[in-house]
């Protein structure tokens, strides 16, 4: 215990006088560790967390917590009208705090002869892994000095799927010089700079709309957490849909939720079609490279958030067949998946198929018409064509929809200074 715990316990021990209120539920967290109740431990850790959100709302929201409970807590940082409060990463976190701290507390077995649920020390580890994950970025948002020697590693805010979303990139004039036109596709015109897609060979679209809101935690005991709630929450921030219950591990998975975008943790452990494809995932952020990892994520059926990655992939290649076959395998495997039937338009705008980009266009819009980004690079289209009603009518769509790149063009198209 003494190797992997004590260093994690020393450190909240650290942090527990800066934390106001906060500092005896820290330090019965450490009292319990030590004493092996590892239980206890994680539902320590969910009453600090559920005392920080509740802070977060008051301080951040400028709302009333009132009885709200954690889960309900958790979910108004991840709509989309308070995104970037808390970074992605530290969302994930909480979901391994939470989903930890649930799991104690509640008795989930039947028959009082059957065994209730078993905590180790991995599980523990993989908590106040997470817990002092959450506790740095709330003390470097308040501004509260950590001693130096004990502070967390910083977690990115980043959103780890964008590549160049078109509602980052300025959008170009369209009368300047067009990229070379392919054979057989007739002119590739300035479109793809406009839309801000010429640079981002790797698309890897991360979509505006809503995710769903999880189911609230009534707090009861028929409440159904799982060591997997965690590695969802983060899929959910990026759009993803949960890798097939045959490519995961329930072992793994509150560590992997706290390592998910960090490539050299994600490099040594046991590797399993999710840790594979998160150490594909990460790598491919960081360095726009593929993995052979990737491989070991692919050969796991149905892999729909595999599948897409291997065509962001594909596309850095300009590898547009290869492109082409991953992106439709992860919409056959997940058929809302609608970042990967986004990234399969743009890679046809990219091979300089406008036409079936369009088409692919229409469809996504014509079942997600929140999903404002596609009538932004569809008002592209239809400037190409010449078509300028269609463009202004799509491009204030966009806007309206929340797209902020999408505002000058509305503005620009409709004659506005």
């Known amino acids: 215990m003494a190797v992997e715990l004590e260093p994690l316990l020393n450190r909240l021990t650290s942090y527990a006088p800066h934390f106001g209120r906060l500092q005896g539920d820290i330090e019965a967290m450490v009292s319990r560790g030590r004493s092996q109740d590892f239980k206890g431990v994680m539902q320590n850790a969910r009453l600090v967390l559920e005392a920080l959100m509740r802070s977060l709302v008051t301080e951040e929201l400028k709302q009333t917590p009132g009885k709200a409970m954690l ?12 995104q970037g409060v808390v970074p992605t990463t530290i969302l994930a976190h909480m979901g391994t705090v939470q989903a930890w701290g649930n799991l104690s507390s509640h008795d989930h077995s039947g028959s009082l002869q059957d065994a209730g649920v078993s905590v180790g020390l991995d599980e523990v580890v993989a908590s106040l892994n997470s817990m002092l994950a959450v506790l740095a970025w709330f003390a470097s948002k308040r501004g509260i000095v950590l001693e130096p020697s004990m502070r967390t590693p910083p977690v990115p805010s980043t959103q780890p799927n964008a590549v160049a979303p078109v509602s980052q990139v300025a959008p170009q004039p369209l009368d300047e010089a067009a990229p070379p ?99 594909a995932r990460a790598t491919f952020d960081r360095d726009r490279s593929r993995s052979p990892a990737l491989d070991k994520a692919l050969a796991c059926p149905g892999f729909a958030a595999a599948s897409n990655l291997a065509g962001r992939a594909a596309l850095t290649q300009k590898d547009f067949d290869s492109a082409r076959r991953h992106f439709l395998a992860a919409i056959a495997a997940s058929p809302t998946f609608v970042n990967a039937r986004f990234n399969l ?73």
């Open 71 to 82: 889960d309900e807590l958790i979910s108004k940082f991840r709509q989309q009208a308070n």
């Open 181 to 279: 036109a392919q054979k057989g596709r007739g002119p590739l015109p300035i479109l793809l700079g406009a839309v801000g897609l010429v640079a981002a060979l790797g698309i890897g679209f991360v979509a505006t709309r809503r995710a769903p809101t999880p189911a609230r935690d009534p707090g009861g005991p028929t409440v159904d957490v799982t060591p997997f709630s965690g590695l969802d929450a983060l899929y959910a921030s990026w759009k993803e849909p949960v890798p097939p219950a045959a490519c995961r591990r329930v072992e793994d998975a509150p560590r992997l939720a706290a390592i998910a975008t960090d490539v050299t943790a994600l490099g040594v452990v046991d590797s399993n079609p999710e840790s594979s494809y998160l150490l």
């Open 345 to 417: 338009a743009l890679m046809f705008i990219q091979s300089g198929d406008l036409e079936s980009a369009r088409d692919r266009l229409d469809n996504l819009i014509s079942e997600n018409a929140d999903f404002g980004e596609p009538y932004l690079v569809r008002a592209g289209l239809a400037q190409v064509k010449g078509d300028l009603d269609s463009a202004k009518r799509d491009a204030c769509m966009a806007a309206k929809l929340g797209v902020e790149k999408a505002k000058a063009e509305c503005a620009r198209l409709s004659g506005s200074p």
